[in-house]
């Protein structure tokens, strides 16, 4: 991912770079662009749009849509965005300048442009597909189970940007990495479960409520025949039950029939169970056991949480999560 965002910042500097050289080594070949012709106007329109959508499309894309993009480092996703709006800004600039091309290198421009307005529409509705989230009077209101900063490595309503969504009795869950003083998930190569700052991070109860089934008996070993590992569920009421899961074996600090509230410690996150890394699996369901055929899911957001989707933070209440946001306290 790292890769490719830099690959990426790379090309769209490189760009801006020979198009700002290309009209500076030769402004007098440009003329205002009322002057121009309509074929050069339309032109220049189609241009500007396909490079303004495809902007805001690809941006959602690179930092909610794409799979895997909570593991860049931030510095690659804000000079990504910072190189694009520099390009756009330029654009904005260049919009009024026309070099006089014949008719039909206009038309192959257009041409040209069409696919990056397409895929930037393309981008930009399945955003708004992933943000179609059940109503706060349908949801579950929960506190944030941890403290720090931690990610979403997969939230939402939909497939988009929640791997749960192929699975009826997960759909809504949500999967949390811890974010590291240093910016990263994991040390070093991060090739082992104690690289991962997750690895012991301390997981605090989100609701009050009672410890219906409690499990820590599981080796800390990506074991597929339990799939959530080691886990808790905690009874809020007669119909709705929050499933914590994929602790380190033997590190449960409560017991079944116990009484918690919120921000008391539940657990230490391990490997247990079906997971590729360590992280913390929450959802809420409708019953006091989990069956993988059986449990039924329900919608849930955090009560007041600090948010950020792109760059910058947001204090947001009742929220929902899609894949890729940051959060904390």
């Known amino acids: 991912m790292s890769i490719g965002f830099g690959t990426a910042t790379l090309l769209i500097i490189i760009l801006l770079i020979v198009k700002m050289i290309r009209y500076f080594k030769s402004p007098n070949d440009f003329v205002p662009l009322p002057k121009a012709g309509a074929l050069h106007f339309i032109q220049k329109m189609i241009v500007f749009a396909s490079v303004v ?16 993009s909570f593991l860049t480092p931030e510095l690659f996703k804000i000079s990504f965005a910072f190189a694009f709006t520099a390009f756009l800004l330029w654009e904005l600039f260049y919009l009024w300048k026309v070099k006089q091309v014949s008719p039909l290198k206009s038309i192959i421009t257009i041409v040209y442009s069409l696919p990056f307005l397409l895929l930037g529409i393309t981008f930009w509705n399945n955003y708004h597909q992933a943000k179609q989230f059940p109503s706060v009077d349908d949801s579950i209101i929960l506190a944030l189970p ?28 949500i999967d949390f990495a811890r974010v590291g003083e240093d910016g990263r998930l994991f040390r070093g190569d991060g090739e082992t479960s104690q690289d991962s700052h997750t690895w012991r991070a301390e997981v605090i109860s989100p609701v009050t409520g009672t410890i219906v089934f409690a499990l820590d008996t599981l080796e800390d070993d990506n074991s597929m025949e339990y799939l959530a590992g080691n886990h808790v569920i905690i009874q809020v009421s007669d119909t709705v039950f929050v499933a914590l899961a994929h602790f380190m074996q033997h590190s449960l600090k409560v017991e079944k029939g116990d009484m918690v509230f919120p921000g008391d410690p539940i657990a230490l996150v391990g490997n247990s169970g079906n997971s590729d890394f360590p992280h913390l699996h929450i959802h809420v369901q409708t019953t006091p056991e989990y069956d993988l055929h059986e449990t039924r899911t329900l919608p849930f957001r955090f009560d007041e949480i600090k948010r950020k989707r792109f760059l910058f933070w947001r204090t947001v209440q009742n929220a929902y999560l899609l894949g890729n946001d940051r959060v904390r306290i």
């Open 146 to 173: 941890f403290e720090g900063e931690w990610v979403a490595t997969g939230a939402g309503a939909t497939g988009l940007t929640n791997h749960h969504d192929r699975i009826s009795s997960q759909r809504y869950s």
């Open 53 to 68: 959508v495809f902007y805001n499309g690809l941006i959602r894309y690179a930092f909610v849509l794409q799979r895997g």
